[in-house]
């Protein structure tokens, strides 16, 4: 029986721990300075570190429904012929396959390698009975990500109500109008006889003339920038999507919170300071501690952060 020919090229996946590389740091420079246009100077393999390696997500295999899935942070690697041409940093959880990252080399940019990794990523997901895949966030105003569109049943978390909705072709519409879109503020706008319908073509080219986002104290992201520079409360921004203070109080034991030291972990209580600072966890305190903030309120609006109730994906 005759042997196959040899390929001419030799493409390989690969699922590694995201650990730092040289290798790896070179691609991620070529991918800044040729697709985000950074400058040599503004890249760094401690910046690199930081970003895309070594996640706190400890890689093992999990127990989740009779299953044994490998849990943690990894690269997704892709080569040819041995040269690392592209790579996805994916989180895997115990309910899905998550997409933090994509960079690939300059040199293969017209062949379209994040719509292939997107589907090596669906396919990791499937195999390993991950259940959801999720893409990271949506920016319907970037080009970059409208291929993420393309993927259907697709879904977007809505950032006032938490729930998903499916992004479809009257919430594109929405989206091609306004710069925020929630449908659950869309609806309730619609019953109280202002908005429009999502996906309805009726009103201006620019619906946001109409929604004055009155409720939200801080609607640009310069606004609220300026305040937390003065130490402004997180819980004051009422950010879509964020926790407030009384959900924090109420399913976060705020006085004990895990501390991990050199792989152990320790209870490290939170000590009262100061009466002045048990009024509320938003309150910016002004005594002994100047203008800093109430440990209390500190470990709240991490426990906020590190809860994933915010908008994406």
């Known amino acids: 029986m005759k042997q196959p020919p040899d390929p001419a090229h030799r493409f390989e996946v690969t699922l590694e721990p995201d650990n730092f590389t040289k290798e790896k740091y070179e691609l991620f420079r070529n991918y800044q300075q040729h697709v985000h246009h950074e400058k040599p100077a503004e890249i760094s393999e401690r910046g690199f570190r930081r970003f895309l390696c070594d996640s706190p997500l400890h890689r093992e295999k999990g127990q989740v429904d009779g299953r044994t899935p490998q849990l943690g942070s990894f690269h997704q690697?892709?080569?040819?012929?041995?040269?690392?041409?592209?790579?996805?940093?994916?989180?895997?959880?115990?309910?899905?396959?998550?997409?933090v990252y994509f960079l690939y080399h300059s040199d293969f940019e017209k062949w379209s390698f994040g719509?292939?990794?997107?589907?090596?990523?669906?396919?990791?997901?499937?195999?390993?009975?991950?259940?959801?895949?999720?893409?990271?966030?949506?920016?319907?105003?970037?080009?970059?990500?409208?291929?993420?569109?393309?993927?259907?049943?697709?879904?977007?978390?809505?950032?006032?109500?938490?729930?998903?909705?499916?992004?479809d072709g009257e919430l594109r519409s929405c989206l091609d109008r306004k710069h925020f879109v929630s449908r659950t503020r869309e609806h309730r706008r619609?019953?109280?006889?202002?908005?429009?319908?999502?996906?309805?073509?009726?009103?201006?080219?620019?619906?946001?003339?109409?929604?004055s986002f009155s409720d939200y104290p801080f609607p640009t992201a310069k606004e609220a920038s300026d305040v937390v520079k003065q130490h402004l409360s997180l819980f004051d921004l009422k950010v879509p999507g964020v926790m407030s203070a009384e959900q924090i109080e109420q399913d976060y034991p705020l006085d004990q919170q895990p501390v991990i030291v050199r792989n152990k972990v320790f209870e490290a209580e939170v000590?009262?300071?100061?009466?002045?600072?048990t009024t509320s966890l938003s309150v910016v305190g002004s005594c002994s501690l100047g203008r800093r903030r109430h440990p209390q309120t500190i470990v709240a609006e991490r426990c906020d952060c590190r809860t994933g109730r915010v908008l994406g994906t």
């Open 190 to 211: 619609m019953n109280a006889g202002v908005g429009i319908v999502v996906g309805q073509s009726n009103g201006p080219e620019h619906e946001d003339a109409r929604d």
């Open 77 to 99: 690697c892709y080569r040819l012929d041995g040269r690392l041409i592209a790579m996805g940093v994916l989180d895997l959880l115990p309910h899905c396959v998550s997409g």
């Open 271 to 277: 000590c009262r300071i100061s009466s002045a600072y």
């Open 115 to 167: 719509k292939l990794s997107a589907l090596r990523e669906a396919a990791l997901a499937l195999e390993g009975g991950y259940q959801y895949y999720y893409m990271g966030f949506y920016i319907h105003s970037c080009l970059k990500m409208r291929y993420k569109a393309e993927y259907r049943p697709q879904h977007v978390l809505d950032p006032e109500s938490l729930e998903w909705s499916p992004l």
